[in-house]
T-cell receptor
Framework: EADIYQTPRYLVIGTGKKITLECSQT?????MYWYQQDPGMELHLIHY???????EKGDLSSESTVSRIRTEHFPLTLESARPSHTSQYLC????????????FGPGTRLLVL | KNQVEQSPQSLIILEGKNCTLQ??????????LRWYKQDTGRGPVSLTI?????NTKSNGRYTATLDADTKQSSLHITASQLSDSASYIC?????????????FGRGTQLTVWP
């Protein structure tokens, strides 16, 4: 079992609210990632980080923002939630090694009404 | 265009039976291919990883094969159990970027019935 945690697991919120999805890992991994996954669809990378103070946008355009102030913590923020943001958000981390296997958290299921 | 296609989209089998899931990819240049298992409501968990030079890799009742020439992979599950019910995702990494860009398939949804 990977030591990567996400909170909340489920979130129902109204349009226009600001939300922050938390992700933390205790494995000391430098690389961290945020993915968005809709039912029956593939994972899409929305943000990633190589380490502290490093953040980059992924392949899928997202209105969310991320920060990496500490190695173990990689929160994702939506300033103003909309129904189109309804999805599952998965956080992952990996080491700088040959295989770079990504370890995933349990995900946050977000429903914006 | 780099893509990962999986088949079948869904599969139902009886407990104790074997099954094989397929993955075709067009990702180039190729670095490695992974199979992940994703239980409902959970994040994916890595089952196997294979590089260009590896043809087969086993993890318990899971056996993955890779044909880098035809760009095809398969995941064979032996003596299925109810706990095997999950989505199985094929993920291919390219080596053309520093990040090691991952390309995800949509997964095969496997249901094992008693």
């Amino acid at each position: 079992e990977a030591d990567i945690y996400q909170t909340p697991r489920y979130l129902v919120i109204g349009t226009g609210k600001k939300i922050t999805l938390e992700c933390s890992q205790t494995m000391g991994h430098d690389k961290m990632y945020w993915y968005q996954q809709d039912p029956g669809m593939e994972l899409h990378l929305i943000h990633y980080s190589y380490g502290v103070n490093s953040t980059e946008k992924g392949d899928l355009s997202s209105e969310s923002t991320v920060s990496r102030i500490r190695t173990e913590h990689f929160p994702l923020t939506l300033e103003s939630a909309r129904p189109s943001h309804t999805s599952q958000y998965l956080c992952a981390s990996s080491e700088w090694d040959v295989e770079e296997t990504q370890y995933f958290g349990p995900g946050t299921r977000l429903l914006v009404l | 265009k780099n893509q990962v296609e999986q088949s079948p989209q869904s599969l139902i089998i009886l407990e104790g039976k074997n099954c094989t899931l397929q993955c075709n990819y067009t990702v180039s240049p190729f670095s490695n291919l992974r199979w992940y298992k994703q239980d409902t409501g959970r994040g994916p968990v890595s089952l196997t990883i294979m590089t260009f030079s590896e043809n087969t890799k086993s993890n318990g009742r899971y056996t993955a094969t890779l044909d880098a020439d035809t760009k095809q992979s398969s995941l064979h599950i032996t003596a299925s159990q109810l706990s095997d019910s999950a989505s199985y995702i094929c993920v291919v990494t390219d080596r053309g970027s520093t990040l090691g860009r991952l390309y995800f398939g949509r997964g095969t949804q496997l249901t094992v019935w008693p």
